[in-house]
């Protein structure tokens, strides 16, 4: 299975509808990587200039073009290590099923994450 990136970003805008309510927030921002993308996203208030409106704890999310998975990153760190941790995740569970690798990724620790 290989996801296009429409269909990657149409993961993301349903995930986010179910979190913070249908037409609340949007994705600002793409980032692509040979794997998938890098999802920011904001209110879209935010997006259309009201600085005020800015979403606090709203993590990046990856979405991976390759097996569908989505891994959310964190805010305590710079995205470069989240990226690195994600890409050993990746090595790591080789082989694995996407019930496997999500339960994997949600159990290990993130280096960007100690304070």
């Not at 305590?76 to 996407?98: A, N, Q, V, W």
Request: proline fraction near 3%; include cysteine.
């Amino acid at each position: 299975m290989l996801l296009s990136l429409e269909e990657c970003k149409l993961k993301v805008t349903v995930s986010l509808d179910n979190l913070y309510g249908v037409a609340k927030v949007a994705v600002s921002h793409v980032r692509e990587y040979e794997w998938g993308w890098l999802f920011s996203y904001n209110s879209i208030e935010q997006i259309q200039g009201n600085e005020d409106a800015g979403l606090m704890g709203n993590a990046p999310i990856i979405v991976n073009k390759l097996t569908g998975e989505m891994a959310v990153t964190g805010t305590c760190g710079p995205i470069k290590d989240f990226i690195e941790d994600y890409e050993d995740h990746m090595r790591e569970t080789e082989g694995f099923s996407l019930e496997e690798k999500s339960e994997a990724w949600r159990k290990k620790p993130k280096k960007a994450r100690w304070f």
